[in-house]
């Protein structure tokens, strides 16, 4: 059973940043082998949208227009963890943040591409 759990959540003023964590645990053979990992978000009363994927390899990355120059997405296959350091934080940033893994070697943008998700980590920026 594939495990994603995310950390690094929490209130920040507007222009400050936040690092969140995504650590991945239960991951079979087969699925080590190689997954795209992304970040999506959600705020309220809006629909889940794509902030950041990342393939197998790192230098496959992937950005949504609004973050893309302030948040930036990496990953340790190693230690089965997805970071995402988000910079110049604005309070349209305010979202439940989600980590998600994809069976694939790229992300996608599209959430129904991901096959596992995190329980979410609330991130929330005041102007």
């Known amino acids: 059973q594939v495990q994603l759990v995310e950390s690094g959540g929490g209130l920040v003023q507007a222009g400050g940043s936040l690092r969140l964590s995504c650590a991945a645990s239960g991951l079979t053979l087969s699925t080590l082998s190689s997954y795209a990992m992304g970040w999506f978000r959600q705020a309220p009363g809006k629909e889940r949208e794509f902030v950041s994927g990342?393939?197998?390899?790192?230098?496959?990355?992937d950005y949504a227009d609004a973050v893309k120059g302030r948040f930036t997405i990496s990953r340790d296959n190693a230690k089965n963890m997805l970071c995402l350091q988000m910079n110049s934080l604005k309070s349209e940033d305010t979202a439940v943040y989600y980590c998600?893994?994809?069976?694939?070697?790229?992300?996608?943008?599209?959430?129904?591409?991901?096959?596992?998700w995190g329980q979410g980590t609330q991130v929330t920026v005041s102007s």
């Open positions: 998600a893994l994809r069976r694939s070697m790229w992300s996608s943008r599209q959430s129904y591409d991901y096959h596992y």
């Open positions: 990342i393939g197998w390899s790192d230098d496959r990355t």
